[in-house]
């Protein structure tokens, strides 16, 4: 008996000793800086997961290979440690408190989605810990006052803002009548403040106003009332799910609408699922290849995309994009900062104003980026059947024409 | 509140229409639930996740260049096995138990499937495309998506040959007298353990002949699964066990409720609205119960 007490006591003095000793293990280690990234490997965010994952480990890989991140005259390395946070908003704040607290990590990149990025900002918060983020658009992120929080997207509300715009521009900046449905989550819920908002500003008409609960997948209620309105433009916004839904019966209930503006056409991969049904859906989109921002070490959206598809063999979605971004970001402002105090990084990071490939990035005081607008992008498709997206809007950027009206269905 | 569906009668139509269509498809997976909780007295939670498995059978043929349709033919033979599989793995364990045990079981298989999908399939929402085309009807103010009608036929069809299938086979035979009494049946020389796998069986291939039909419909991801769970568990609610007519008009009833519940009261309340029937539903059966005992007093 008292043996096995001895022994007993001798292993937890043991255990004692070692978890303190891994507490040790902090943010910079030799010429390695260690960021901490809880991410949705598994779990129903895990492709895209998986993008902002391989989009961090791309820029990793490239800052490193390129020189390194240089304070105070020396060089040093990215290293990045990842959870998998099962998509589970619970599980990412533990690993969050995980992260920070076991394995002493002291800067983070932000995981995948709004829901689970709220769920983690509290404890970055609470510790000082900086983070940039690059996925979590709500904006209810940046009413909070968080001051170690920064995000190198949009927020939502400004996602289809430019296409009600446009709309009231082609209508000879009249008003126009707009039917919507959006996912009661917070993401879409933001998106349809943001349309609220453009609609009051143009002196538009919301006909129909429909929530789509999350565990439908159907919406043919709405295109029937849509039929019956005939509004000038209708906005759907239910994630990936939504808007596969809203393609699939719009083309065979021959929905006619001129203009469909839509979010996540990207992730649904819409031109590739439903081809030519998908023709002149406009989406959302925080970026584009074919956009021309530069930096020193991608170079450009085109070149992003080829070493991208080089090294993971797909074409990146914008979600790999704003995560390379986000690593530029820390680097830029540890060289500012030219200390690993959390302070100072904050600050060096509040005071970012640079071009990357993925945009231009300057944080508001919510730690939103405001120095990148939203891009919309048209599925075109050729006669043979092959569609691509082409960015339409803003002007600047616009690489095609915008197809406006829509063409009717029995013209097709 | 939005009375527009009253004010336009060609919407009416429309709603009962889709409703119909849409009951139909759910019909058929809560036959399968009411026949193997009838005979296994079992609430098969994973009901939704054998569902989508099947969506994804058939959605995997579409990527290889077959067309989906095939998969109402290749999914339930697939399915069946699975379902036997289970029901020797686990099932069997947990049949002779209490329902809480077989509700914990199942709803573990349920999470097994969730995973185990999303870990094979990856996590994007997919569909399959048939290509059917639309029939419009009333020039062309009701529309109606070939690939519904379809559905629709197919679920008529298998649930037709199944109820066929109960009365004139031998199995049906077994099944049925298994579900009014497994001892006494037993006592008959009948092998209760291969008519519960037989059942299981049955109603994986059901599930997995709807799967088939949503890929074409409707869109799958592998964490879909519950509402058509709890949307069979209302439509045997409502109809009771052993009452296949019954599944079948509770299943369209429940479709045109819903239509309507979304146009008036708008789609947020679709769910809820159907809820409310349940508890209204419940509360009437006890009240009807608690009066027949009365009386038997």
């Known amino acids: 008996m008292k043996i096995n007490k001895i022994i007993l006591s001798f292993i937890s003095a043991l255990a004692l000793l070692l978890s303190t000793s891994v507490t040790s293990f902090a943010k910079v280690v030799g010429d390695k800086i260690i960021l901490g990234s809880a991410i949705s490997l598994t779990g129903k965010y895990s492709s895209n997961g998986v993008h902002t994952q391989n989009g961090y480990n791309m820029a990793v890989d490239r800052i490193n290979s390129m020189g390194g991140v240089k304070v105070g005259g020396k060089t040093y390395k990215f290293e990045i440690i990842y959870y998998d946070d099962e998509s589970n908003p619970k599980r990412a704040a533990q690993l969050a408190e995980r992260l920070i607290s076991q394995d002493g990590v002291e800067f983070m990149l932000g995981p995948y989605s709004s829901g689970l990025t709220k769920a983690i900002a509290p404890v970055t918060e609470k510790y000082g810990v900086p983070m940039v983020e690059a996925n979590g658009a709500s904006r209810s992120l940046f009413t909070k006052g968080y001051k170690y929080l920064f995000a190198v997207l949009a927020p939502a509300n400004l996602y289809l803002d430019v296409a009600i715009e446009t709309a ?40 129909i106003d429909d929530k789509l609960p999350k565990e439908l997948n159907d919406m043919a209620a709405t295109l029937v009332k849509v039929k019956q ?30 203009m469909l503006a839509m979010t996540h056409c990207d992730a649904a991969k819409l031109s590739k699922q439903h081809g030519k049904n998908s023709q002149y859906a406009l989406c959302a989109s925080q970026w584009h290849k074919t956009l021309t921002y530069k930096d020193d070490f991608f170079k450009d959206g085109m070149t992003y995309a080829a070493d991208f598809t080089k090294e993971f063999g797909y074409d990146p979605p914008y979600q790999a994009a704003e995560s390379s971004a986000a690593l530029l970001v820390f680097k830029d402002a540890f060289e500012r900062a030219n200390s690993f105090d959390q302070k100072k990084v904050r600050d060096a990071l509040a005071a970012t104003n640079m071009q990357t490939f993925y945009g231009n990035i300057k944080f508001a005081p919510g730690g939103q980026n405001v120095d990148k607008p939203m891009v919309l992008f048209q599925v075109m498709c050729d006669s043979a059947g092959k569609c691509e997206n082409k960015v339409v809007a803003p002007l600047k950027w616009a690489s095609a024409k915008l197809i406006h009206p829509v063409p009717k269905w029995s013209e097709r | 509140m939005d009375f527009m569906v009253f ?44 569902v989508i498995l099947g969506g994804y059978i058939a959605y995997f043929m579409y ?34 138990r209490d329902l809480f045990i077989s509700i914990l079981a199942t709803f573990g298989i349920s999470i097994l499937f969730m995973q185990l999908m999303n870990f094979a399939f990856g996590a994007d929402v997919v569909l399959a495309n048939s290509g059917y085309g639309t029939t419009f009807l009333f020039d062309s103010a ?62 994986a291939a059901l599930c997995g002949v709807a799967g088939a039909l949503i890929s074409i419909t409707f869109t799958i991801h592998p964490y879909m699964g519950l509402p058509y769970t709890i949307r069979s568990f209302m439509i045997v609610i409502v109809a009771g066990l052993g009452n296949l007519p019954g599944v079948a008009l509770s299943g369209m009833g429940l479709g045109v409720f819903e239509e309507f519940a979304d146009y008036i009261l708008g789609t947020e309340f679709r769910i809820g609205a159907v809820f409310l029937l349940l508890v209204l539903i419940l509360v009437y059966r006890r009240f009807k119960l608690s009066r027949k005992r009365e009386y038997l007093k």
């Open chain 1, 168 to 207: 009231v521009e082609l209508n000879g900046g009249k008003g126009v009548r707009i039917a919507q449905a959006f996912e009661q989550d917070a993401f879409s819920q933001d998106v349809r403040l943001g349309i609220l908002d453009a609609a009051k500003r143009t002196g538009s008409e919301i006909i």
């Open chain 1, 229 to 258: 309105m005939k509004p000038d433009v209708l906005v759907v916004s239910g994630h990936t799910k939504g808007a596969l839904t809203a393609v699939r019966q719009i083309a065979e209930m021959k929905v006619d609408v001129p």
């Open chain 2, 7 to 50: 004010q336009y009668p060609m919407i009416s139509v429309q709603a009962c229409l889709d409703g119909i269509l849409l009951g139909i498809l759910f019909a058929l997976i809560a036959y399968g639930m009411a026949l193997q909780w009838g005979v296994m007295n079992i609430i098969n939670i994973a009901q939704g996740d054998l």
């Open chain 2, 63 to 96: 990527l290889y260049g077959i067309h989906p349709a095939w998969g109402v033919i290749v999914a339930p033979i697939i399915m069946y096995f699975v379902g036997v599989g289970l029901y020797k793995l686990v099932i069997n364990k947990v049949v002779d």
């Open chain 2, 142 to 203: 009701v529309v109606l998506p070939n690939s519904k009608i379809f559905s629709a036929f197919i679920s008529i069809l298998f649930a037709i040959c199944l109820v066929i299938y109960m009365k004139k086979s031998k199995l049906g035979r077994a099944i049925r007298a298994t579900a009014q009494n497994s001892r006494a049946a037993k006592i008959l020389g009948v092998d209760t353990e291969k008519v519960y796998a037989a059942t299981f069986g049955i109603n």
